[in-house]
Nanobody, 117 residues
Framework: QVQLVESGGGLVQAGGSLRLSCAAS????????MGWYRQAPGKQRELVTS???????NYADSVKGRFTISRDNAKNTVFLQMNSLKPDDTGVYFC???????????WGQGTQVTVSS
């Protein structure tokens, strides 16, 4: 069982930056792909970015060059650095941990990001 707690969301003007954090209650160093998803009002949840235990990353086209995922395995924490934010980035951001052996997904409670124009 892994519990995930996100923090760092808030209100920011377009062009600004935010850094989200996701603290896990158990070790995520080897067995989990960590990811960030977001859900805008009236839309489906979508993958923003993910990182494997080996450090391989992938990003949604809409955030490439602006967002960066990183992980500190020693602290069981994942980060999402978001730069050059746009109003379309507004939504609830969820941290996800997917067990590479069972495929089971754990989710955080989400943190709101609002980008004003």
């Amino acid at each position: 069982q892994v519990q995930l707690v996100e923090s760092g969301g808030g209100l920011v003007q377009a062009g600004g930056s935010l850094r989200l954090s996701c603290a896990a209650s158990a070790s995520i160093s080897r067995s989990y792909v960590m990811g960030w998803y977001r859900q805008a009002p009236g839309k489906q949840r979508e993958l923003v970015t993910s990182m494997s235990s080996g450090g391989s990353t992938n990003y949604a086209d809409s955030v490439k060059g602006r967002f960066t995922i990183s992980r500190d395995n020693a602290k069981n924490t994942v980060f999402l650095q978001m730069n050059s934010l746009k109003p379309d980035d507004t939504g609830v951001y969820f941290c996800n941990a997917r067990n590479i052996y069972s495929g089971y997904n754990y989710w955080g409670q989400g943190t709101q990001v609002t980008v004003s124009s």
